[in-house]
């Protein structure tokens, strides 16, 4: 029977995701409200994991978690959020009602698939107080979508040259991409500062001779080079991260 329950009021790209996922081997049900997801939850007690927009007629994403969280206290729905309207006060939102993944639209049905297994291995199949545990592991990586969120969202209503030093944007990216166990190359890491190459390659050396991250030939293709976060760069950034998510009220994993 279907574990996953798939809320989107958008016919196309509910259809469109719905068939990805069959094609990957992950049968889903389908709802295109608040309402409709309620009551197929209600219906189908095998379902254990919920992708939602978060922009629903009615009732909102957020308020259907909310309602959904109330309802199924013993034994919790694994919730992954998909929009395209990733504010940061949203985002947060979701922080708080403990979703395990936060995806911005476009996305594909791989990674949809992706975010359903990770949550499948955290949450499926465990007691309840595992499943608390494992959403609060995947916390760490969900509050560095929500910093990837709020950047986006100052760069779309301030002026961009504004902030225009990228060293922040840069170890922001590095620690997500440990958070999610992707490698990220010199060319990468520059490009995802929105800065010039040669002002983004030169802010790499500072932050090298800083300490705070080192370049290594990439083990899998050595023409290139990968960057990463050294020992002393990672306890800064974990030691940040530990101070927003305390004043959130979350619990440090």
Same mark, same amino acid.
């Given at each position: 029977?279907? /574990?996953?329950?798939?809320?989107?009021?958008?016919?196309?790209?509910?259809?469109?995701?719905?068939?990805g996922?069959e094609m990957l081997? *992950?049968?889903?049900l389908t709802?295109?409200?608040?309402?409709?997801?309620?009551?197929?939850?209600?219906?189908h007690?095998?379902?254990?994991?919920i992708?939602t927009d978060?922009?629903?007629?009615?009732i909102d994403?957020?308020?259907?978690?909310q309602k959904?969280a109330?309802? /199924?206290?013993?034994?919790?729905?694994?919730?992954?959020?998909?929009?395209?309207?990733?504010?940061l006060?949203r985002?947060?939102?979701a922080?708080r009602?403990?979703?395990l993944?936060?995806?911005?639209?476009?996305?594909?049905?791989?990674?949809?698939?992706?975010?359903?297994?990770r949550?499948f291995?955290?949450?499926?199949?465990a007691?309840?107080q595992?499943?608390?545990?494992?959403?609060?592991? *995947?916390?760490?990586?969900?509050?560095?979508?929500?910093?990837?969120?709020?950047?986006?969202?100052?760069?779309?209503?301030?002026?961009?040259d504004?902030?225009?030093?990228?060293?922040w944007?840069?170890?922001?990216?590095?620690f997500?991409?440990?958070a999610?166990?992707?490698? *990220?190359?010199?060319t990468?890491?520059?490009?995802?500062?929105?800065?010039?190459?040669?002002?983004?390659?030169?802010?790499?050396?500072?932050?090298?001779?800083?300490?705070?991250?080192?370049?290594?030939p990439d083990?899998?293709?050595r023409?290139?080079?990968?960057?990463?976060?050294t020992?002393?760069g990672?306890?800064?950034?974990e030691a940040?991260?530990?101070?927003q998510?305390?004043?959130?009220?979350?619990?440090?994993?």
């Amino acid at each position: 029977m279907p /574990r996953v329950l798939l809320v989107d009021d958008d016919v196309d790209g509910l259809t469109e995701l719905h068939e990805g996922l069959e094609m990957l081997g *992950i049968p889903a049900l389908t709802a295109m409200s608040a309402a409709e997801a309620l009551d197929l939850v209600e219906k189908h007690g095998s379902l254990e994991v919920i992708v939602t927009d978060l922009q629903l007629p009615r009732i909102d994403g957020i308020e259907l978690l909310q309602k959904l969280a109330t309802r /199924r206290r013993s034994l919790p729905l694994a919730a992954i959020v998909v929009t395209g309207h990733a504010s940061l006060d949203r985002a947060v939102s979701a922080l708080r009602l403990r979703v395990l993944d936060f995806l911005q639209k476009p996305v594909t049905a791989d990674e949809v698939a992706s975010a359903i297994a990770r949550a499948f291995a955290l949450v499926g199949g465990a007691p309840t107080q595992a499943r608390t545990a494992g959403v609060e592991i *995947i916390n760490t990586a969900l509050y560095l979508r929500v910093l990837v969120a709020a950047q986006v969202d100052r760069t779309a209503i301030f002026e961009t040259d504004l902030f225009g030093d990228p060293a922040w944007e840069m170890l922001l990216d590095l620690f997500m991409s440990e958070a999610y166990h992707r490698p *990220i190359s010199v060319t990468s890491l520059c490009i995802a500062s929105g800065a010039p190459t040669t002002t983004a390659l030169r802010r790499i050396d500072d932050l090298v001779t800083a300490g705070l991250v080192e370049r290594e030939p990439d083990q899998q293709d050595r023409r290139r080079t990968v960057v990463k976060l050294t020992t002393h760069g990672r306890e800064r950034m974990e030691a940040f991260l530990r101070r927003q998510l305390e004043r959130l009220g979350q619990k440090p994993d």
